[in-house]
């Protein structure tokens, strides 16, 4: 069999799946009722230079077998011990790699045998990504966050801005946060100004109301998972997950109170987040920490010019509050003390030239936990303008250990503002000035509501370098239709080792580009 090139197999699958191309399928449904199938496609992730999570679902009890190669015609596969999928976890399976050789396409493959009737057998279901470089290359990854939300559901476009991601033939897409809308029921129909409709084609029971029950947080995985974009990425392309509110409730915290809220007959804010988490980790190829099973935030190593850091800026947080305190207390953080820990001395650790954070939420916007007032901090920043306070004082010891500890090239990535923009944080002109200047780029949302523009809190003295987001007379909360969906393309040089990221939208028109050169220790 011929070979085909890597982007060739990118292309077919970005257009419409891989059926046809080398005989390889994406879902294949099988016509024979009796054999099993695979129901929402294949997944990798969290991919280092010797490993790589991967993903599927079948559609009853199962032994799945495994086929790892280095030739999409899988002329020599190294075959795994099978793993089964049974309903305790909605028949995913998900299995870490190992022993891969650097900067090598794999190829993986999954056959499901019945196992009532081990004899019946599924049609293959296939996959690739790239493992990361030992030395140094060119890198390609893009980012953006915000999947489903507010009521904007599969039309028939799809989410397009996946398939677009696709084309660029990233090495991974991170994926920031607000992955799916738990707390976003969707109608058949959504009235759009001028009479026009946006019709969601495709639509499930679970998606028809706030999730609370483990089934329905997994519903909402699922719905994301029925749309031919995300699976065609799915497909080529490593997601790198990280959380933040919408996997739960909007703004959750433990401060989140529901007793007022008709939709939700589960008030338990705490359970909610249980079996949210729980369905995140089995809907998503993030890596499992046995030292902490559950977490989400991570490192992964991406060659000598690249490592990122995932944080979870949701689940070690205080209480939704004014975030005013003076000093740091558990109540006043987002990061919590043992994130923080980790953090500082992962980056005081890292040989990578570039050292991206993967936030999953904005360093310098205010976001309001009581929109419609103006108060509560939900993110980091307080409003006030003022020396840093609350949720800041963590941000501000984080910043100054990063200077202090001579930590250079961090580059900050983070959706959750559903617009895109460039900002770069400069201590002359900030309130908190023990710190170096860095870049913080804002991408999303991917297919949900267009929001913003967000005003700045001036503690970290955010300069905006670049915007797109609704105009006045557009207003707020535009359906995908209207084109403001965005994501982000970060290219690192193997050669110059600079870093030029670019803010694109859904339809790939660049609207913004900056190359950053690299600090090189004396």
């Keep these: 069999m011929n070979k085909i090139s890597r982007r060739a197999f990118v292309e077919s699958a970005s257009a419409a799946g891989l059926v046809g191309v080398s005989g390889l399928a994406l ?310 003390e043992q994130q923080m820990k980790w953090l500082k001395r992962e980056l005081a650790n890292s040989n990578a030239t570039w050292k991206i954070i993967a936030a999953d939420m904005p360093l310098g916007l205010i976001v309001w936990n009581d929109a419609t007032n103006k108060a509560g901090a939900e993110a980091v920043s307080n409003g006030d303008n003022g020396p840093a306070k609350g949720r800041e004082l963590e941000i501000a010891d984080l910043l100054r250990y990063i200077k202090n500890a001579g930590i250079t090239n961090t580059v900050w990535l983070t959706a959750d503002v559903h617009y895109t923009a460039a900002h770069y944080y400069n201590p002359d002109k900030a309130q908190f000035q023990d710190f170096n200047p860095f870049w913080e780029f804002v991408s999303g949302p991917l297919h949900a509501g267009t929001y913003g523009p967000n005003d700045f809190d001036m503690t970290f003295g955010p300069e905006l370098k670049f915007i797109k987001a609704p105009t006045a007379e557009q207003g707020q909360n535009l359906p995908p239709s209207a084109g403001l969906q965005f994501f982000g393309l970060v290219d690192i040089d193997g050669a110059t080792e600079q870093m030029t990221v670019r803010l694109m939208d859904r339809d790939d028109n660049e609207l913004y580009k900056v190359t950053l050169d690299p600090v090189h220790s004396a």
């Excluded at 049974?86 to 999954?110: E, N």
């Excluded at 329905?216 to 490593?238: F, H, S, T």
């Design 27 to 336: 879902p294949y449904y099988s016509r024979a009722s009796q054999r099993p199938a695979f129901t929402h496609g294949i997944q990798s992730g969290d991919v280092d230079a010797t490993s790589g999570v991967v993903w599927t679902r079948t559609d009853r009890p199962s032994r799945v077998m495994f086929e790892v190669s280095s030739t999409e015609n899988f002329a020599n596969p190294l075959r795994l011990a099978p793993l089964d999928t049974s309903p305790a976890s909605d028949y995913t399976v998900k299995r870490l790699l190992t022993d891969l050789t650097s900067d090598q396409d794999i190829f993986y493959r999954m056959v499901a045998a019945d196992l009532a009737d081990i004899n019946a057998v599924s049609e293959p279901i296939v996959g690739r990504f790239r493992t990361a470089p030992a030395s140094k290359r060119d890198i390609r990854f893009a980012w953006s966050g915000d999947t489903a939300g507010q009521g904007w559901g599969i039309d028939d476009t799809g989410m397009k801005t996946y398939a677009t991601i696709g084309k660029h033939t990233p090495d991974f897409f991170l994926h920031s946060g607000d992955t799916i809308y738990a707390d976003g029921p969707m109608k058949d129909e959504v009235e759009l100004p001028g009479g026009s409709k946006w019709k969601n084609k495709v639509l499930i029971d679970e998606k028809r109301k706030v999730a609370e029950t483990l089934d329905e947080y997994r519903g909402q995985w699922k719905y994301n998972m029925m749309d031919k974009n995300v699976l065609g990425l799915n497909a080529i392309c490593p997601t790198f997950y990280q959380w933040d509110d919408h996997e739960v409730v909007n703004n959750w915290s433990d401060s989140k109170d529901l007793s007022a809220d008709d939709r939700y007959s589960e008030k338990n804010i705490h359970v909610l987040a249980a079996r949210a988490a729980r369905a995140f980790h089995e809907m998503t190829t993030i890596r499992y920490e046995p030292s902490e099973p559950g977490r989400v935030y991570r490192k992964i190593s991406y060659g000598p010019l690249l490592e990122v850091f995932f944080l979870d800026m949701r689940s070690y947080r205080g209480a939704n509050g004014p975030s005013m305190q003076d000093t740091m207390t558990p109540q006043s953080r987002i990061l919590g």
